[in-house]
Structures are given as C-alpha cells and as structure tokens.
C-alpha cells in the first residue's frame, strides 16, 4: 500500500462561526446597549433554539477530532457528517471530514467533502492538495474539470457576484461624473472603457459559474463498484463498471436513477443512493 501524504486535519478548535452565536453576542456590544443586547440575544436564541440546543456543534466537532487523532477515522467520519446534517458548514469541517473519510477507505465520500469544501475556500492550497492526491488514487474513467474553470473556481461565486457588481457601479459612478463634470472627459475616458471591459468579463464569468453551480451536476461514486445500466431500472444490462471516487456528469434524471456520462464519454444510469451529488465543477 502506497504512504499516505494527506496533509493533516484542522483539529485545534471549532471553526469561528460554529460557536454560539449567544457567546458572540456577548462581546459585540458595548455596555451602554446592554438593554439592546438582551433583547436581540432572546430573538436570536429563540429563533435558533433548535440548532444551538439540539446539538452542541463545538463539543461534538472536539470528540471528531479526539476521535481522529486516536485513528478512529470511520467513527470521526460519522461524527463531523451529523454535524453538517445539523447545518453547519465551514471549509475546515468540510477538510476534516474528506480526511477521516479517506482515512477510513471511503476515497468518493472523500472527494465530495473536498470539493464542498473548495466551493467554500477555493484558494485553500491545503484542500486543494488533498483533493489532487485522492484523485490520484482512483482508477477507472472520471471526468476533470478544463482549464478554465480550474481558473473560474479561484472565486467563489459570491466574490465572482461582487466583482461584477464593484465594477458595474464603478463604472456608473465614473460616467456620472463625467456627465456633471466634463472637463474631467479626456482623463476618464481611459478609466471607464477599463472598468466597461471588466464588467463584461467578470459578468461572464459569473453567469458561467451559476451555471455551472445551478445548472450542472456531477455525480461522485460512494460505492466500492457500482454498475451503471443502460436504462433507469435494475434488469438493464450493463453499459459500463465505475469505482469508489469516479466523478461523472450527470445527463439527466429519472426517479431514483441518474443518467451519467464517464470520462471516456460512456453513458449509463446509476441509482442516486450509488453516489453523491454536487455543484457542477
């Protein structure tokens, strides 16, 4: 068996924002709002009394990491996946749980919480390292992402929703200016046919990454083999085998069944217990 170069989990404390929001309210005011603090701490433990009391996230990200470190992989695995079923997501949960999952032999759960966790910190050379080794592992056909969208993916979507709307109002606010001051024309000109052509690019690159987030699929395999079928049901014949960690676009959909294409361009139907379903990559 090959040595295991991933790099290691983020086990020193709970993510920031997975503490209670109470504790945080407690030092985000000032002692003159006391009266404003109380009243917005009730609201707010009213409002999120079923996720801040039916589960204390922070203890239970502590006993997977515990778990982790003692080399309890399987069992960490499961703990930090009940807390994002909780509804808690961080880029450093995400990294821990892909660790424990391959650590555990689970590469395609892995994988997914990889990527998860790329959409969430996608310059994360840590996260990005150990999605590169597992993939490294997996045999079979799988579909890669191109070149342009590895360079799409350095931006998250919302930074990619905020660059075209900085450079839109920028570009507004200068041809405002121009229109109230003309003698400042000549000088902005420059500026403004700048800031109009980086509008139109990250406008572009935005609506490629929603589509691609909204609009497209890829199936991770979660299963040791899995069969995929010439149609959506069990007694199809067989159109082609995949591995546990095979990424694979999804076509179309049918009940519980996914029409997926491999990287080699075969075509087949998997059931969707068969697999993870994420974003598009």
């Known amino acids: 068996m090959k040595p295991v170069f991933l790099r290691g989990s983020r086990c020193e404390e709970a993510p920031s924002h997975l503490r209670s929001a109470v504790y945080d309210l407690r030092f985000r005011f000032e002692p ?163 800031l109009v052509a980086l509008t139109v690019l990250s406008g572009a690159a935005l609506a490629l990454q929603v589509n691609g987030h909204f609009f497209k699929q890829t199936a991770v395999v979660i299963m040791e083999e899995a069969t995929a079928r010439s149609g959506p049901f069990d007694e199809a014949q067989s159109a082609f085998t995949t591995h546990d960690g095979a990424e694979l676009a999804v076509m179309d959909r049918h009940g519980n069944w996914l029409q997926v294409i491999d990287g080699q361009g075969k075509i087949g139907w998997l059931q969707m217990k068969q697999v993870e379903i994420l974003p598009g990559a």
């Open 32 to 194: 003159r709002h006391l009266g404003c603090c109380r009243l917005i701490g009730l609201l707010l433990a009213l409002l999120f009394a079923g996720n801040l009391f039916a589960t204390d996230v922070p203890v239970e990200f502590s006993q997977a990491n515990e778990l982790y470190a003692k080399g309890k992989f399987a069992e960490a695995a499961s703990l930090y996946e009940n807390i994002l079923k909780s509804g808690a997501h961080s880029p450093a949960l995400l990294f821990n749980y892909g660790n424990a999952e391959f650590k555990a032999g689970h590469s395609g759960a892995a994988i997914a919480a990889y990527r998860q966790a790329a959409l969430l910190a996608p310059r994360d050379a840590e996260i990005r390292a150990n999605l590169a080794f597992v993939r490294g592992q997996i045999t079979g056909a799988t579909v890669r992402e191109s070149l342009w969208q590895s360079w799409l993916g350095q931006l998250t979507l919302n930074e990619w929703a905020w660059l075209t709307a900085t450079t839109f109002w920028l570009t507004f606010i200068l041809l405002a200016t121009r229109q109230i001051r003309p003698a400042f024309r000549a000088k902005l000109k420059g500026a403004i046919w700048l």
